[in-house]
């Protein structure tokens, strides 16, 4: 009411409708005292799931009509960026509570007042997928050279003044070569541009999964060459990792075993 001459002049505004598709479900006790919900798409795929405690009667969510999260393409935290939103089309929930399943459709429509043709939309969904399995990708990459590293550092560590300048030259060559490649994905580097060549991995992947989630719109060429590129600079940190994890990696792990120090587990190459 402050500012206003009368309760008439006054500004009056409810809460929005939340953004998406609103589930309701009534749920009695069950033994865990939880409710999973599932939404898969006209192919079984599930798309999100949630778990929820509902109380006793009738209970709603809402999804927001987006994908399950891909990793964080630096390795860090538990928090995955958020998957792209569904295609329109028919979608099948399932709910779970204990012993109980109850299933449905929903139907999501595309917003009237976007005219886009189902092919761009899909050319756009497709996108936003692929970028998001380089995410997931990338952060694998980065987790199992972060396994390698700590196991070489317990190694030089355990090592103590043992007399094996061998094996505290092949651990600080290793920790070299994984710096190097980790490095290139997520450490501070000078680039130019929003895709410049000397921009991390990480920070490129980000940027065009932001980019091609920002419309409906078919890709753009300049995002079609971006995917392109980061792609190729993907592809070839994961063969140079893969080919650490199947020779250095394995000497080194071999040459530590045989001083008695069991502490570098065999790490799988990257798919």
């Not at 009056?12 to 599932?38: C, K, L, Q």
């Not at 070569?177 to 130019?192: D, K, N």
């Amino acid at each position: 009411m402050q500012g206003y001459r009368s309760t008439g002049h006054a500004m009056f505004a409810g809460e929005n409708r939340p953004y998406g598709a609103m589930i309701t479900y009534a749920a009695n006790a069950s033994e865990d005292g939880s409710v999973t919900v599932e939404i898969s798409d006209d192919r079984g795929d599930v798309v999100y799931d949630t778990t929820a405690s509902p109380a006793r009667g009738l209970n709603r969510i809402v999804w927001n009509l987006r994908r399950r999260g891909f990793a964080a393409p630096d390795g860090d935290g538990d928090e995955p960026e958020e998957g792209p939103e569904v295609l329109p089309g028919t979608y099948h929930v399932r709910t779970v509570a204990g012993s109980d399943t109850s299933e449905t459709t929903l139907a999501i429509i595309p917003d009237p007042r976007l005219q886009i043709a189902p092919a761009d939309r899909r050319a756009k969904s497709d996108a936003l997928l692929a970028v998001g399995a380089r995410m997931n990708q990338s952060h694998r990459l980065v987790g199992n050279i972060r396994q390698l590293e700590d196991a070489v550092q317990r190694v030089l560590e355990e090592l103590g003044d043992r007399d094996r300048e061998d094996l505290r030259a092949a651990g600080a060559a290793l920790e070299d070569s994984l710096g190097a490649l980790v490095g290139q994905i997520v450490r501070q580097a000078e680039g130019p541009g929003l895709f410049g060549r000397g921009n991390l991995v990480a920070g490129q992947l980000r940027n065009l999964y932001s980019s091609l989630d920002s419309s409906w719109d078919r890709p753009t060429d300049a995002q079609e060459t971006a995917m392109m590129r980061v792609s190729a600079r993907l592809d070839a940190l994961v063969a140079s990792f893969n080919g650490l994890a199947v020779r250095e990696a394995v000497q080194f792990r071999d040459a530590a075993r045989a001083a008695g120090l069991d502490l570098v587990p065999t790490v799988e190459p990257i798919r």
